[in-house]
């Protein structure tokens, strides 16, 4: 039967399917990239390339206000990750290396409920929360939210990543009267530092893109980068936002492409080969 | 969720066996108190009384229910009827979700099938060009959509200059915009846990329906699409159960014809209706919706098993 395609795992007309998923991936990204250099007062018609934009989103009339939203975002995102991720170690050490203990099964539903309860539910959930105790919503509650939703983003790559170490290395080490602790510190803690740097990335992208529960429990007068955007676009769409979303893009596909690299740093830690993670 | 390792997949170590209870403490105050208790406020909220302008009062009442299920007229003394206004946002809202989530399985069934069937690192890198994506922040995913499909946008400016067309083409504040941005955020849900299932699959199944003189076809429909069910199904849960409550897609490319169970949540707290009790009775409605989902789903899972 020559002639005939007798690769089974090839089917005719998926490569077209592939690429055009992928067009239709990139290619709304792509037009505004490519707009946010255009020169023109107008976002429909074409000037010429410049960075004017750009050059408007920081020294421009609206400049104060994206730059205190930026400042929140990150303030923000850097302490949710560094709490969720200090949270999703000890909960993935519990899980993974402790045993049996009471509520370990509930313990899983409730790591990933951030997860299955739809964000609007959740913004709502804790604003009533918020307000019932009387909190004033600010620039704490937002940080409190995304803690909270953060954590399972944390804890997905840390728990995979410990569950690829064997137990033997910190079984050598307390046959070599390494306390409990220094079996952590020592053995555990180097192996898992590349889990752990990826899932707090992951928990930063999460928190700095979140805009549901942020703009919930968010007071009147504090805005994050998303809110931000929002408010702006309500009026319209803005050369200078076209530039904005550009610059968040990049961090974000940055931070990812960094968390992706790092996440496959020192291998697989198995026993057949060299632990270089440390 | 789907790819979170369950405790029990493997045998665990007990190296620090009597730490369990200390060391989970933390995820469970954090989400506990800031999480489960919220709900359960939120829950109870749905039954109190409502305050003009938000807020509540603390006296019990079923009206956030009643008026979300029954009409009983302006002076709530005629005879009940059932009231679609909101059952109907709800159907829309189910409906457009549907069908996102049936796009997304029309272009993320074969893209998960050919980066599956890469060798090596070419399938590493296609999934990561798959992933991008949906790590850019979706407001500017759908801001972008919303840019690119306006009356004046890119697209249609290209179609008039080529002639194509002489009027705009309208999709922006349509159904069809909104299921076009629900499939353009949630995408990629569709292709990774699909991706998985298909690396699993194993393909003496295939050469041996070939053998017995099966047709692509036949082995695709017979064979092939049973044995990857679980990632389809997780795949169209994944991209169904955001869908439903989206706001952002609703909101910034529909319009007032496409409102969505999101926007409506969301009117209640920070638009002008002002409704909390109601917005937490929707809340509890379309919460008992994904459990519903979720749980038809885990029972799916533990019969596959068997």
């Given at each position: 039967?020559?002639?005939?395609?007798?690769?089974?795992?090839?089917?005719?007309?998926?490569?077209?399917?592939t690429l055009?998923?992928?067009?239709?991936?990139y290619?709304?990204?792509?037009?505004?990239?490519?707009?946010?250099?255009?020169?023109?007062?107008?976002?429909?018609?074409?000037?010429?390339?410049?960075?004017r934009?750009?050059?408007?989103?920081?020294?421009?009339?609206?400049?104060?206000?994206?730059?205190?939203?930026?400042?929140?975002?990150?303030?923000?995102?850097?302490?949710?990750?560094?709490?969720?991720?200090?949270?999703?170690?000890?909960?993935?050490?519990?899980m993974?290396?402790?045993?049996?203990?009471?509520?370990?099964?509930?313990?899983?539903a409730?790591i990933?409920?951030?997860l299955?309860v739809p964000?609007?539910?959740?913004?709502?959930?804790?604003?009533?929360?918020?307000?019932?105790?009387?909190?004033?919503?600010?620039?704490?509650?937002?940080?409190?939210?995304?803690?909270?939703?953060?954590?399972?983003?944390?804890?997905?790559?840390?728990?995979?990543?410990?569950?690829?170490?064997?137990?033997?290395?910190?079984?050598?080490?307390?046959?070599?009267?390494?306390?409990?602790?220094?079996?952590?510190?020592?053995?555990?803690?180097?192996l898992?530092?590349?889990?752990?740097?990826?899932?707090?990335?992951?928990?930063?992208?999460?928190?700095?893109?979140?805009?549901?529960?942020?703009?919930?429990?968010?007071?009147?007068?504090?805005?994050?980068?998303?809110?931000?955007?929002?408010?702006?676009?309500?009026?319209?769409?803005?050369?200078?936002?076209?530039?904005?979303?550009?610059?968040?893009?990049?961090?974000?596909?940055?931070?990812?492409?960094?968390?992706?690299f790092?996440?496959?740093?020192?291998g697989?830690?198995?026993?057949?080969?060299?632990?270089?993670?440390? | 969720m789907?790819?979170?390792?369950h405790?029990?997949?493997?045998?665990?170590?007990?190296?620090?066996?009597?730490?369990?209870?200390?060391l989970?403490?933390?995820?469970?105050?954090?989400?506990?108190?800031?999480?489960?208790?919220?709900?359960?406020?939120?829950?109870?909220?749905?039954?109190?009384?409502?305050?003009?302008?938000?807020?509540?009062?603390?006296?019990?009442?079923?009206?956030?229910?009643?008026?979300?299920?029954?009409?009983?007229?302006?002076?709530?003394?005629?005879?009940?009827?059932?009231?679609?206004?909101?059952?109907?946002?709800?159907?829309?809202s189910?409906?457009?979700?549907?069908?996102?989530?049936?796009?997304?399985?029309?272009?993320?069934?074969?893209?998960a099938?050919?980066?599956?069937?890469?060798?090596?690192?070419?399938?590493?890198i296609?999934?990561?060009?798959?992933?991008?994506?949906?790590?850019?922040?979706l407001?500017?995913?759908?801001?972008?959509?919303?840019?690119?499909?306006?009356?004046?946008?890119?697209?249609?400016?290209?179609?008039?200059?080529?002639?194509?067309?002489?009027?705009?083409?309208?999709?922006?504040?349509?159904?069809?915009?909104?299921?076009l941005?629900?499939?353009?955020?949630?995408?990629?849900?569709?292709?990774l846990?699909?991706?998985?299932?298909?690396?699993?699959?194993?393909?003496?199944?295939?050469?041996?329906?070939a053998?017995?003189?099966?047709s692509?076809?036949?082995?695709?429909?017979?064979?092939?699409?049973?044995?990857?069910?679980?990632?389809?199904?997780?795949?169209?849960?994944?991209?169904?159960?955001?869908?439903?409550?989206?706001?952002?897609?609703?909101?910034?490319?529909?319009?007032?014809k496409?409102?969505?169970?999101?926007?409506?949540?969301?009117?209640?707290?920070?638009?002008?209706?002002?409704?909390?009790?109601?917005?937490?009775?929707?809340?509890?409605?379309?919460?008992?919706?994904?459990?519903?989902?979720?749980?038809?789903?885990?029972?799916?899972?533990?019969?596959?098993?068997?």
């Amino acid at each position: 039967m020559a002639g005939k395609n007798l690769d089974l795992r090839r089917f005719p007309g998926f490569l077209p399917l592939t690429l055009l998923c992928l067009f239709l991936l990139y290619a709304p990204l792509i037009v505004v990239m490519g707009y946010s250099f255009n020169d023109s007062n107008s976002i429909t018609r074409w000037d010429t390339v410049s960075l004017r934009w750009y050059y408007d989103v920081f020294y421009g009339v609206d400049a104060p206000k994206f730059k205190a939203a930026a400042l929140n975002s990150v303030s923000i995102a850097l302490m949710a990750a560094t709490s969720a991720t200090l949270i999703a170690t000890m909960a993935a050490t519990a899980m993974l290396r402790a045993g049996r203990f009471r509520g370990k099964s509930v313990s899983f539903a409730l790591i990933n409920l951030p997860l299955m309860v739809p964000e609007i539910v959740t913004a709502v959930a804790t604003l009533i929360f918020f307000s019932a105790l009387g909190f004033t919503t600010g620039y704490l509650t937002i940080l409190i939210a995304h803690i909270v939703f953060c954590i399972p983003f944390a804890y997905l790559p840390i728990a995979a990543r410990m569950q690829g170490i064997e137990a033997v290395y910190e079984q050598a080490a307390q046959d070599l009267y390494a306390t409990r602790f220094q079996a952590f510190r020592l053995i555990l803690l180097p192996l898992m530092t590349p889990g752990i740097m990826s899932g707090f990335l992951l928990a930063f992208i999460i928190s700095l893109d979140d805009f549901i529960i942020t703009n919930f429990v968010k007071g009147a007068g504090i805005e994050t980068l998303p809110t931000a955007i929002f408010g702006a676009v309500k009026q319209g769409i803005k050369p200078n936002i076209m530039a904005i979303s550009t610059l968040l893009l990049v961090v974000s596909v940055g931070f990812v492409a960094l968390s992706y690299f790092v996440g496959r740093m020192g291998g697989n830690a198995k026993p057949t080969t060299t632990p270089k993670g440390d | 969720m789907a790819a979170v390792p369950h405790p029990n997949a493997r045998a665990t170590s007990d190296t620090y066996i009597g730490f369990g209870v200390p060391l989970i403490l933390p995820a469970w105050v954090i989400i506990g108190f800031f999480l489960v208790v919220p709900v359960a406020m939120m829950l109870m909220y749905s039954f109190l009384t409502k305050e003009f302008r938000g807020g509540v009062i603390w006296e019990f009442s079923i009206a956030a229910y009643d008026q979300f299920f029954f009409d009983r007229g302006l002076f709530g003394d005629s005879p009940p009827t059932i009231e679609w206004t909101y059952i109907s946002i709800f159907w829309r809202s189910i409906w457009q979700a549907g069908v996102a989530t049936f796009f997304c399985l029309i272009i993320g069934f074969p893209t998960a099938w050919f980066i599956a069937t890469r060798t090596g690192r070419n399938s590493t890198i296609w999934l990561f060009l798959i992933t991008i994506p949906y790590w850019v922040n979706l407001l500017i995913r759908t801001i972008s959509m919303k840019f690119l499909i306006r009356d004046n946008g890119p697209i249609n400016e290209f179609l008039i200059s080529s002639g194509l067309i002489t009027e705009p083409f309208h999709i922006i504040n349509t159904n069809l915009a909104v299921q076009l941005g629900l499939f353009y955020s949630y995408l990629p849900f569709m292709v990774l846990p699909i991706y998985a299932a298909v690396e699993r699959y194993n393909f003496a199944l295939s050469e041996a329906a070939a053998d017995l003189y099966a047709s692509r076809t036949v082995t695709l429909t017979k064979i092939i699409l049973p044995a990857v069910k679980p990632g389809i199904v997780a795949g169209c849960i994944l991209v169904f159960v955001p869908s439903l409550g989206a706001f952002l897609a609703p909101d910034l490319l529909g319009g007032a014809k496409t409102f969505m169970i999101g926007s409506l949540i969301e009117e209640q707290f920070k638009g002008n209706a002002g409704n909390w009790p109601f917005g937490a009775a929707a809340s509890m409605i379309l919460l008992s919706l994904v459990l519903i989902v979720l749980t038809l789903y885990a029972r799916q899972q533990t019969r596959d098993q068997d």
